[in-house]
């Protein structure tokens, strides 16, 4: 059973989730990483924020806080020429929430385009997001798309 304050805190956890996708569509619309300021994406996030990338990506790795998001958001840049997300559903759970997102993308290194879902686990404390884990459909071919192969 749902009581009162669960149900704020689910509605909370979209509303900043929604609120940053809009932002992070403003931000990239004026120009992304390198041209437009990571301000408007700030208030979303925690300052101690973790973002988990699995490892085999070209964006690979931990980043941490406004910082490590804001190098992240310049190493997406860098990665693919187009990011496009839609069908978004979002599942939020108290301070966990989940969005299932349709990713379509072309890769700048290979000019290839992949079209896949993208699954995250976000975790949303007093407002703001604090964790997010992304897990990718197929990172090997994301990495193989993104860099050509290897080997």
Known sequence: MTTHSDTTTMTDSVRVLTGMYAAEEEYLAAGGPGRAS?????????????????????????????????????????????????????????????????????????????????LQTITVRAGRITEVRPFYWDTAAIAEACRGRVG
């Open 38 to 118: 990571f301000a408007p994406l700030a208030p979303y996030f925690s300052p101690e924020v973790v973002l988990h990338q699995a490892e085999g990506l070209p964006y690979g790795g931990t980043w941490r806080g406004h910082d490590g998001m804001a190098r992240f958001f310049l190493a997406m840049s860098e990665t693919w020429e187009t990011f496009a997300i839609s069908g978004q559903e979002f599942l939020a759970t108290g301070t966990t929430a989940v969005v299932r997102s349709d990713i379509r993308a072309r890769a700048r290194a290979t000019g290839r385009e992949l079209a896949f879902p993208l």
